[in-house]
């Protein structure tokens, strides 16, 4: 069929050798420029509030390499990436807004709530540049815009928390973009701190009202991950009685897999740290960040 005959073996391999190469050096070459802002693309969406028509910036963040997953499952991606920016889908004509699946849900009551409590006051957000990178204030800013639509719908308190979650992941990785050699670096990352630690109070104590008051998938979480998240929470904000009673559950538990009680183990080895520190400190509530 390709005219090889009985050289196939010899020019097949050639040729692959020859491939090779330069499919690799153009690889490379792609990879090292990998943005946010080439990773960003609009999406249009149909508001469910005011019936508009508008484009919300979106992350292919498939497309961005992991480096790390912090305690509380906080993703870090390589080259200062962050798709959790880019997570809330808000209206720029009323001001509805909300996470991606949680969207379209709106009973008509939820609907008229959000008419008179928020587009009455919303003042209409001028269009974007569309490949513009968002920027952390806009990030929480959108975030906190969500919020307040799940407060005035009467959402679930696991959306809360997860929104407040999410914001305190914004804080944290902000200060990843801080100038550390600026004389106001200290100060702007002690804020950021603060900031973080208050919205992750929050997410801890919405998700574990959650998990009394709420059936799982809370969040897309079960039962099992949630309480993985909570002990992580718990040691983050410094409640370290709670979080070792849930990793003790999980690895005691008959449904947690093997990975989940790894990682319980993991954070059980950081509460018996933390409680060494406060004990030779001898001060109580010093609660710091995460690991
Ligand atoms: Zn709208």
């Known amino acids: 069929m390709f005219g090889l005959k009985n050289l196939e073996g010899v020019s097949i391999y050639e040729e692959k050798e020859e491939k090779k190469i330069p499919e690799k050096s153009t690889k490379e070459k792609k990879e090292e420029p990998l943005t946010e802002e080439s990773l960003i693309y609009g999406k249009k969406y149909e508001c469910p509030v005011c019936d508009s028509t508008f484009t919300s910036k979106v992350i292919r963040s498939g497309k961005a390499r992991l480096a790390s997953v912090d305690l509380d499952l906080h993703q870090r991606y390589e080259n200062g990436i962050d798709p959790n920016k880019y997570d809330v889908i808000a209206c720029p004509v009323c001001g509805y807004a909300s996470l991606p699946s949680y969207f379209g849900r709106l009973s008509s009551a939820q609907r008229k709530a959000i008419r008179e409590n928020i587009s009455m006051n919303y003042v209409a957000q001028p269009a974007t540049d569309e490949k513009a990178p968002i920027g952390y204030e806009e990030a929480v800013s959108r975030y906190r815009l969500a919020l307040v639509n799940t407060i005035v719908k009467h959402g679930k308190t696991s959306e809360k928390a997860y929104l407040c979650l999410k914001t305190a992941w914004c804080f944290r990785q902000e200060v990843e973009t801080f100038d550390k050699e600026a004389a106001n670096y200290l100060f702007r990352k002690y804020q950021n701190e603060k900031a973080e630690m208050e919205y992750l ?50 690895i005691r538990s008959r449904t947690a897999n093997p990975r989940m009680k790894e990682n319980a183990r993991n ?19 010093s609660a710091s960040g995460e690991e």
């Open 267 to 285: 954070i059980k080895d950081i509460i018996a740290r933390k409680r060494l520190e406060k004990e030779k400190d001898g001060t109580s509530d």
């Open 201 to 250: 109070q929050d997410a801890y104590d919405g998700f574990m009202q959650a998990r009394t008051g709420e059936e799982p998938p809370i969040c897309g979480m079960d039962e099992m991950t949630l309480d993985s998240l909570l002990a992580a929470l718990a040691v983050e904000v410094g409640d370290l009685d709670n979080g070792l009673r849930l990793v003790e559950s999980i």
